[in-house]
């Protein structure tokens, strides 16, 4: 044994197959694979004989089995791990006793050492080994021959892996120094053992909760060798390295090192990961994001787990929170917010620990407005957790609650959506009130405030003392005094000593100095105090060093003095009183001061709860635009915390509330669910305990959303309330509510009753039977005589009733029976009644009554059209009864029918304007009644009857099936083409009535059209603005009737909407133009500049009324978009708020329709930069940035850029070179589009010496340059700057030159444009010039030829005239001012039918 090799741990297997000198071991022969497992053999029956010491003799078949590893069997593996586990068992457990023995012989010693690191070595081989194997093996899992080859392995490694460790465990755990010795145990060795830690770590899957027993037993392993083998140092180095390589790693190691530091005490090693990880060079680490992820994910779970140690070294991290990597930040920022949460909390903290949480939060509030918007989330993120977890000091609730609020303007979207979280934690958790109305706060705040200002009064005279800290004004003093106490050693003036005397006792020299130094006299202070040193030396106060460091000493007395003077001042008593009276007087001082401060506190309270309600106000506002965001997230965000803000009682949470509501409508079901779930929350989860008070909240919440509400608003309320009734989320007893609301046996206010039955109609659209089974209590309560006192309830009456026919029952068959009721039902007889009763008395609310009514009648009616004009007749009546009256009143003033049409006097104007009103609604809805209900019907029983007819001949089709098999065919074509013949005939009747009949001369309408017609041609006899409007809307309901009576009426309706002045009037045309522009589009094709005319209309309503039918008709390709849509653009600069939503929404509904923003675009630029356009340039530059954001296709942007190169050749003035220039600086130029840019070159060159044109180019090339480039790119883009800094520095000759050069060949460049325009080209794709084409037809190049003077027409259209009285009477465009028609537009036969 003595005379045995040593074994030395080798760096490769290789090492041992070479001789590395005398006295060393080598392997003397690697044995074929094939006599592996005989040697394997012999070595478990060596083991059996002699022990581990075994391995000597046959340490070299394992080496071989390790060496041919990759090509034995499976078994033979197998058999050499399991026989070395057995070994080194074994030998684990002679050690203990062998350690032990103190006669042990320095040769068993080395053999016992060999014999160690022989079967360590070779069993930790075979571990790496399989190790490899299995991660090569989970790699290879696609193809199932490997995985089918290698399962049986890798699955026994699985479950050996961990007893393996466990054994390497238990042998670090012996004192292992005796084998070396009693000297250190070898570091080659430990590294031996640990290694296969490490690389059982490398593996991706070891995070897997299956493996969790594997993690804590390499957990233990590296802790034995931390303790026992002074493994600190190697293994902060290789756990620094693996993080930086292995992401998955971070969790396990922050694991390891936290249990580590619990549970063996090895606290150091967390500093020295932590002092490693803070010196990486942070630039390194910019450069390396894996490693970046790994150290940040470390730091950040490290601190969750042990946030006492990771505070501990928190500075040695601080460096890189100046670093360029973002992950290191936020890692660092999330390891302070966790010693926040769970160190740095409540409020017992010693004053340390205050200034480093402050410091803390100071760190964390600047990183709210980091440069990258993952930082700035992320933080706001911690201060959720920070908020949630109370943690946050109340001082410093202001500031970060103000940094939230700041964030909602952020670009980026997470920022938004984690801004809006926090703010909602700050309400969840305010330590404020339940409450956080600024109004209710606000009261309370004030009376406060007097209140302390009030107890400040009257304590002044007693308090002054404590309220000024005498500690403060000594050091406020103490600069000056220190100045005077050095002029002390100076010389001074005669009259200057005699002055100042000591007093006889040291009392009164004290007086004397506090005296002198109250008024500010402080050289001859300082110098009473030496002189009073000398005398009283030894005294109090008057005790020092001498004269060693005399003039501190001054100081410290002085300061002594001054401030025992001011804190003793208040409670001095006089001289006369007992000791008895001070201490009363004392104590009844004390208690108002005691009251003071707690006043203090309260008034800082509520000053508190007030700014912070303050804060959720304005971030309300900010949050309530964020509901219609692209972002989904941010959508929700804004949802969840208007839901979480009105559950705090804040005002302005129901106009949030409110503006969530047509989100209902949104195609994301995200987004709609959220909308569902807040309402929800809101009014069907009310606290009340009983069904009655909760039924009672939920109607009184939901009416209050209603007042004031717009129609839109209400159709929202609708769809939202139909869901919950479909899912029967809304109880009985609600139902059970309205009905006694509206009944009156449950009092409430006339608001309260009409909200009651627009929620049952609400509520019948999910479930039309609530309606239905009471629709006898509808009627007699809702249309009663008491329905003239208030026109509005019966109109929700009408309205709700009308919900039976927009809402029927679940049809049997396809083509049943709509559903109508008869004629003689009481509904009807009770809506007459109501109507006529209503007719000759002056109310506001009777037109929109008479309007719902008439509606529901042709809804539900048969034969609707009988009783319409029995109502009619009967009205008109009435107003022949009025007419009669005044005639018999005034017998001279002429006759009858001459008041009917001239005498507005004679009539009351509100029955004119009835009158008017019910004929117009009843002409528009016989119309509706026509083209719809009837044709509908029409239709139907003609479906019927083809289908009997079907049947009968598939009858005898049957019967006579031998003889005729081809006749079924012809007969189903037949029955085809009847089908679509009939179609065409049964809309060529609805249309020849609504031609021919509906208003010739034995029709009722006849009768009452001459007095519209009169009304609107004579705007100076009927004066009345209500009148007027309603006369305009009645005539353009009569235009939908026949087009015949619209072509002759047309410019009678164009002439009103041009030069009426009243708003009203003008907004009613246009949108009864916009109803005939779908009617009748030939017929207003050629009066369709005059609509876009009215978005220039001076009036802000006619503008968005203008701006809503536009769009409705462009977007519905009603109207041919030519020229005028720049029209539209410039609503985008719009003063009022309203239109401006109004264009925005136009132009993005139109940038989802192809090309179309892009085709446009030339148009808009010509018109808008046209000098006399009347745009301004910021304006233009506004306009125009809105427009550019749609175009997102690079093949657009190439084009774009080279048709405004091209542009500048036909451009006339410097304004226009601007424009141009500006708007391919909006453009993101790719590398195509630069080539653009080059090969364009000298249609811009001269430009350049404008400094704006140039200032744009060089905008574009910086964007350009920032794009990162390649570097031939960029070389392009140099030499471009080059030519244009060297035309932008040229000459005024040169500039005349250019000019002159550019200018000569602009007439021979319009023929070529010309011919290019006669080319057919794609409307979805056109790429012709700026300027408008001109039609192919020489009738539109005439129009086109006259456009400038026409221009001029549609923007201020005749409005001189306004002095000419005739013009005031009957006021129609002239002849030369009618629009010619064009090309018909093709419409379909039955276009309208559906």
Not at 193 to 200: A, L
Not at 481 to 504: D, G, N, S, W, Y
Not at 1185 to 1208: A, M, P
Request: aromatic content about 6%.
């Amino acid at each position: 044994m003595a005379a045995a090799p040593e074994f030395h741990l080798p760096l490769a297997p290789a090492d041992l197959l070479r001789d590395g000198g005398p006295g060393r071991y080598v392997v003397r022969e690697v044995l074929p694979a094939r006599e592996l497992p005989p040697a394997l053999a012999g070595f478990r029956a060596a083991f059996r004989a002699r022990g581990a010491l075994a391995v000597l003799q046959h340490f070299d078949c394992v080496y071989s089995a390790l060496h041919h590893f990759r090509t034995v069997g499976t078994a033979v593996k197998e058999d050499a791990l399991e026989l070395m586990m057995h070994v080194v068992s074994h030998h684990s457990n002679e050690l203990p006793a062998i350690l032990s023995d103190s006669g042990l012989s320095h040769a068993d010693r080395a053999a016992h050492l060999n014999a160690l690191k022989m079967n360590c070595y070779l069993l930790t081989g075979l571990m790496d080994a399989f190790e490899m194997e299995t991660c090569k093996n989970s790699c290879l899992e696609a193809d199932p021959g490997r995985k089918n080859k290698k399962k049986t392995s890798g699955s026994l490694w699985e479950e050996e892996r961990e007893p393996l460790l466990r054994l390497l465990t238990q042998l670090l755990q012996l004192d292992l120094r005796q084998l070396w010795g009693g000297l250190a145990v070898e570091e080659e060795f430990v590294s031996l053992m640990t290694g296969s830690c490490y690389r059982i770590l490398e593996n991706p899957s070891i995070g897997l909760q299956r493996y969790r027993l594997t993690r804590e037993a390499v957990t233990h392993l590296l802790a034995a060798a931390l303790v026992h083998c002074d493994h600190m140092f190697s293994a902060t180095l290789k756990i620094t390295q693996m993080l930086q390589h292995f992401e998955h790693v971070a969790p396990v190691f922050a694991q390891a090192v936290s249990l580590w530091a619990k549970e063996y005490g090895l606290k150091s090693l967390v500093g020295e990961l932590l002092r490693e990880i803070g010196q990486k060079c942070p630039q390194d680490l910019a450069r390396e994001a894996s490693g970046v992820k790994g150290y940040a994910t470390f730091i950040s779970e490290l601190a969750e787990q042990i946030p006492t140690l990771v505070l501990a070294n928190m500075s040695v991290l601080l460096p890189h929170l100046d670093g360029e990597s973002y992950m290191m930040r936020n890692a660092i920022l999330a390891a302070m917010a966790e010693v926040l949460v769970q160190v740095l909390n409540g409020d017992q903290l010693e004053k340390a620990a205050r200034g480093t949480r402050d410091k803390f939060l100071d760190v964390l509030q600047a990183h709210v407005c980091d440069v990258h918007s993952f930082v700035r989330s992320r933080v706001l993120q911690l201060f959720t957790r920070i908020v949630q977890h109370k943690a946050l000091p109340l001082s410093q609730f202001q500031s970060v609650v103000s940094l939230a609020v700041g964030r909602l303007k952020d670009k980026s979207v997470i920022v938004v959506k984690n801004a809006i979280q926090l703010l909602a934690a700050f309400l969840s958790n305010n330590p404020f009130s339940s409450k956080l109305s600024c109004t209710d706060l606000d009261k309370p705040l004030k009376k406060e405030l007097q209140k302390l200002k009030e107890m400040r009064d009257r304590s002044r005279p007693t308090s002054v003392g404590p309220v000024i800290n005498p500690e403060e004004e000594w050091e406020a003093m103490l600069p000056e005094i220190r100045a005077a106490t050095e002029q002390l050693f100076q010389p001074l003036q005669k009259e200057e000593e005699e002055m100042l005397e000591v007093e006889e006792t040291v009392e009164r020299t004290v007086e004397q100095i506090t005296g002198l130094l109250k008024k500010l006299n402080y050289k001859s202070a300082a110098r009473l105090t030496q002189k009073a040193l000398c005398r009283f030396q030894g005294k109090e106060p008057f005790i020092g060093p001498g004269e060693e460091n005399e003039e501190a000493t001054i100081l410290g007395v002085l300061k002594t003095l001054y401030t025992g003077s001011c804190s003793g001042e208040n409670s001095e008593d006089p001289p006369h009183d007992n000791s008895s009276d001070k201490t009363e007087e004392v104590a009844q001082e004390e208690q108002p001061q005691t009251e003071l401060i707690k006043q203090e506190m309260l008034v800082q309270y509520l000053q508190d709860a007030y700014n912070f309600s303050v804060k959720i106000t304005e971030a309300l506002n900010l949050i309530s635009t964020m509901m219609y965001e692209n972002s989904v997230s941010v959508v929700q965000e804004a949802i969840e915390f208007f839901v979480t803000v009105s559950q705090f009682g804040v005002p302005q949470a129901l106009l949030g509330v409110r503006r969530m509501l047509p989100l209902i409508w949104s195609k994301e079901p995200g987004i709609k669910e959220a909308v569902l779930n807040a309402y929800r929350q809101l009014y069907l989860s009310p606290s009340e305990d009983s069904e009655r008070a909760k039924a009672q909240a939920l109607v009184h919440s939901l009416s209050l959303i209603m007042v004031d509400a717009s129609l839109g608003t209400i159709q929202c309320l609708e769809e939202i309330i139909s869901e919950f009734v479909q899912k029967d989320e809304i109880k009985p007893a609600v139902t059970q509510l309205l009905w006694e609301r509206f009944t009156e046996k449950s009092p409430c206010s006339s608001l309260e009753r009409r909200a009651a039955v627009m929620l049952l109609g609400m509520m019948a659209r999910g479930k039309p039977e609530i309606i239905g089974s009471n629709l006898d209590i509808l009627v007699t309560t809702g249309l009663s005589e008491k329905a003239c006192e208030d026109y509005r309830l019966p109109q929700e009456v009408c309205n709700v009733i009308s919900k039976l026919a927009s809402n029927p029952k679940p049809a049997l068959e396809k083509n049943s029976v709509p559903f109508r009721l008869p004629q003689n039902h009481m509904l009807f007889g009770c809506l007459s009644e109501t109507v006529s009763k209503g007719f000759a008395q002056p109310s506001s609310h009777w037109i929109p009554f008479m309007e719902s009514a008439i509606t529901l009648i042709y809804q539900l009616a048969e034969g609707a059209e009988e009783i319409c004009a029995d109502i009619l007749h009967v009205c008109s009546q009435q107003v022949l009864e009025k007419l009669q009256e005044a005639d018999e009143q005034k017998a001279d003033a002429g006759d009858s029918p001459h008041r009917v049409s001239d005498g507005a006097g004679s009539l009351p104007t509100f029955l004119l304007l009835h009158l008017v009103s019910l004929v117009g609604q009843v002409a528009l809805q016989q119309v509706a009644y026509l083209e719809v209900s009837v044709s509908a019907e029409l239709r139907r029983r003609r479906i019927l009857k083809e289908e009997k007819t079907k049947k009968k001949s598939d009858a005898s089709t049957r019967k006579q099936r031998a003889q005729s098999t081809g006749n079924e065919t012809t007969m189903e074509e037949e029955l085809g083409l009847v089908g679509a013949t009939a179609d065409d005939t049964e809309a060529e009747l609805i249309r020849s009535i609504c031609e021919t009949e509906l208003l010739d001369g034995k029709h009722l309408f006849s009768a009452f059209v001459p007095l519209v017609l009169k009304i609107c041609n004579n705007p100076g006899l009927y004066s009345d603005s209500a009148l007027s409007a309603a006369a305009a809307l009645t005539l353009g309901k009569l235009c939908m009737v026949s087009s015949e009576f619209c072509d002759s009426h047309l410019r009678l309706l164009f002439t009103m909407m041009e030069k009426s002045t009243l708003p009203d009037v003008r907004s009613n045309l246009i949108i009864a133009a916009g109803d005939l522009a779908i009617r009748f589009p030939n017929l207003v094709e050629p009066w369709t500049s005059h609509l876009y005319a009215r978005l220039r209309d001076p009036c802000p309503s006619v503008r968005q009324t203008a701006g809503l039918v536009m769009t409705h008709l462009i977007l519905k390709d009603m109207v041919k978009v030519k020229g005028q849509v720049s029209e539209m653009a410039t609503l985008l600069i719009d003063p009022e708020e309203e239109i401006v939503g109004v264009a925005q929404n136009f132009f993005s509904e139109l940038a989802n329709k192809g090309n179309a923003v892009y085709n446009l675009l030339p148009d808009i630029i010509s018109h808008l930069s046209d000098p006399n356009g009347g745009i301004e340039e910021e304006s233009f530059h506004a306009i125009m940035r809105h427009l550019f954001s749609y175009i997102t296709k690079d093949k657009q942007t190439e084009s774009l850029v080279e048709k405004l190169c091209q542009r500048f050749r036909t451009a006339r003035t410097e304004r226009q070179y601007r424009d141009l220039s500006h708007c391919l600086a909006l453009l993101p130029v790719s590398e195509r589009g630069l080539h653009k840019l080059q090969d364009n070159y000298d249609c811009f060159a001269d430009k350049l010496q404008d400094p704006a044109v140039y200032n744009c180019f060089q905008t574009v090339l910086a964007r350009f340059r920032r794009a990162g480039v390649k570097p031939e790119t960029k070389a392009l883009a140099e030499e471009l700057e080059q030519k244009m800094s060297a035309s932008h520095n040229r000459g005024l000759d040169s500039t005349e030159t250019c000019q002159d050069g550019s200018q000569t060949p602009m007439p021979t460049k319009r023929k070529p444009i010309g011919s290019s325009r006669r080319q057919p080209l794609s409307p979805a794709n056109t790429d012709d010039d700026f300027v408008t084409p001109p039609s192919r037809t020489l009738q539109n190049r005439k129009r086109a030829q006259k456009r400038p003077p026409r221009k001029k027409v549609i923007i201020t259209f005749s409005s001189d005239e306004e002095n000419n009285s005739e013009d005031e009477l009957s006021a129609e465009l002239r002849e030369e001012e009618t629009p010619t028609k064009t090309t018909p537009i093709t419409r379909s036969s039955a276009r309208r039918l559906r």
